[in-house]
């Protein structure tokens, strides 16, 4: 995405350009909020997929240079034997968070004595990825096929990452312990689905939620009986080595030349979320244009995402076409995330509702400080985070109150929105700290290995009471 064309050397055209911005935006306003009217289910189930037809277009994204990745630690080590093969169970590995998650739980589980044993429903660059590291990837129809393919798998346990209704069926007539893994607070769920939710934890060995908020709306929405299954393992985020001067501008300069524009004595912000309501990208691009004038350094901000709502992105772009500063703003598609972290100073998500944000947890192990607002996780990533990092309010209002009547609200009003001037005076702070802050280096985390930990002990634990094996033999 290249920056805006100059401003018209004619006032006249100028004003037009400008008015003619305004309507788009207007417009794409007007059907973002016709979609929002309708139900969940048709809304994503038919509305995103109609708008990905028929408004889909390629977009710019950074490429990644050599020396930046995110990678295990410890991945010289030896590697201890295998004694239990766990299905990791998940929809498409390759749109947002927990694609990665299960990516990473299938690089660390061997250390652990775990052989993991990745399912999905369809083949994409992830599942490539990991055969290609020699894991074994399953790909299994959503249909009645898969309940014999992963019979074959021999599994021992499954752990399920918001797989497919018909992969959840599958793995569960296998007769392995089930552990679903909570990834976020599932603000449209209506009663039928937390009846079916309240169903399949009757059925699990436990229930892993990503963070204690997680926890906790599940536990208000389940009755007691399934709800004292759920306990926290946070996610974590692999190392990234300290980019080296040389390392760190080359990023920056392929990031440079993606957008077409010059960072020089800029202060970069990065922001890696889908385009979708989730994720309020349309509210983030108004709120920080009308903070770029309150910076006393210069700053931009670069969101990089797939676009599973279309609409989100198209309002998102007229919106910064609207607007005087809109030349600060930059949208890309799916982009490397180690490399974009790499190029960036600063890191901003603010989102309605989260589980766990992977890509906040990975700027905070790049060594960014963070703006993120008040959803699961923030304040446990921000104590982590270097200096100056900041929860901001949520854009809906109170965190424990957001629901899909509350975003679908917040949603029509993203061009002003409740938590606009505090996202200002949040980005005003961090871009003067970042402005000053020397070189890049990356803080201890060994949220990684805590992660990974974590779930072994409950997928051993799965296993032995199916042995009545109490020492998780």
């Not at 083949?123 to 096929?145: I, K, P, Q």
């Not at 001067?245 to 993606?258: H, I, N, S």
């Not at 990975?362 to 959803?375: F, H, K, N, Q, Y």
């Not at 061009?415 to 005003?428: G, H, K, T, W």
Request: net charge neutral; aromatic share 4%.
């Amino acid at each position: 995405m290249r920056d805006l064309p100059p401003a018209a050397s004619n006032a006249g055209e100028d004003r037009e350009r400008h008015w003619a911005a305004r309507l788009r935006s207007a417009a794409w306003g007007l059907a973002v909020t016709l979609a929002d009217l309708t139900p969940p289910g048709v809304r994503y189930g038919y509305v995103h997929p109609i708008a990905r037809r028929l408004l889909r277009r390629p977009l710019d994204h950074l490429t990644a240079v050599d020396g930046i990745a995110f990678s295990p630690p410890g991945r010289d080590r030896p590697t201890p034997p295998t004694d239990l093969r766990c299905g990791l169970v998940a929809d498409h590995l390759d749109v947002g968070g927990i694609g990665r998650v299960v990516e990473m739980l299938t690089e660390g589980l061997r250390s652990e004595g775990i052989e993991p044993v990745v399912v999905c429903p369809a083949e994409g660059s992830r599942s490539a990825r990991l055969r290609s590291l020699g894991y074994e990837v399953v790909v299994a129809a959503a249909d009645a096929s898969a309940r014999g393919l992963l019979e074959s798998a021999r599994l021992d346990v499954v752990q399920l990452h918001s797989a497919p209704a018909q992969l959840v069926e599958a793995a569960l007539g296998t007769g392995a312990p089930a552990i679903p893994v909570l990834h976020n607070t599932e603000i449209h769920y209506a009663r039928p689905q937390w009846d079916a939710t309240a169903a399949l934890f009757d059925r699990a060995h436990a229930v892993v939620a990503v963070s204690e908020l997680v926890r906790r709306f599940h536990l208000e929405r389940v009755p007691a009986s399934a709800g004292e299954k759920i306990l926290v393992v946070p996610n974590g985020a692999m190392t990234m080595p300290t980019a080296t001067p040389e390392v760190r501008a080359r990023a920056r300069a392929r990031l440079g030349a993606t957008l077409d524009a010059s960072l020089d004595g800029c202060v970069v912000f990065a922001c890696l979320a889908r385009y979708d309501s989730q994720k309020n990208i349309a509210g983030t691009v108004a709120s920080f244009l009308d903070a770029v004038d309150g910076c006393a350094v210069p700053v931009r901000l670069v969101v990089a995402g797939d676009p599973s709502d279309w609409l989100e992105y198209h309002r998102a772009d007229a919106l910064r076409r609207g607007h005087r500063n809109g030349g600060a703003v930059h949208l890309l598609g799916n982009s490397d995330a180690a490399t974009l972290l790499a190029a960036s100073d600063a890191f901003l998500l603010n989102s309605y509702f989260e589980g766990w944000p992977l890509a906040t947890t990975e700027a905070v192990a790049a060594g960014l400080p963070i703006v993120v607002s008040d959803t699961g996780g923030a304040t446990e990533l921000v104590s982590r985070a270097v200096e100056g990092s900041t929860v901001i309010e949520n854009p809906t209002g109170p965190a424990a109150a957001v629901s899909d009547r509350s975003a679908r609200a917040a949603r029509r009003r993203a061009p002003a929105q409740r938590n606009r001037l505090a996202l200002a005076e949040a980005v005003a702070a961090v871009g003067t700290i970042a402005a000053q802050r020397g070189e890049v280096r990356c803080p201890v985390d060994d949220s990684y290995d805590t992660m990974v930990a974590g779930h072994a002990r409950v997928i051993r634990a799965a296993r032995a009471q199916r042995r009545g094996d109490p020492d998780g033999r």
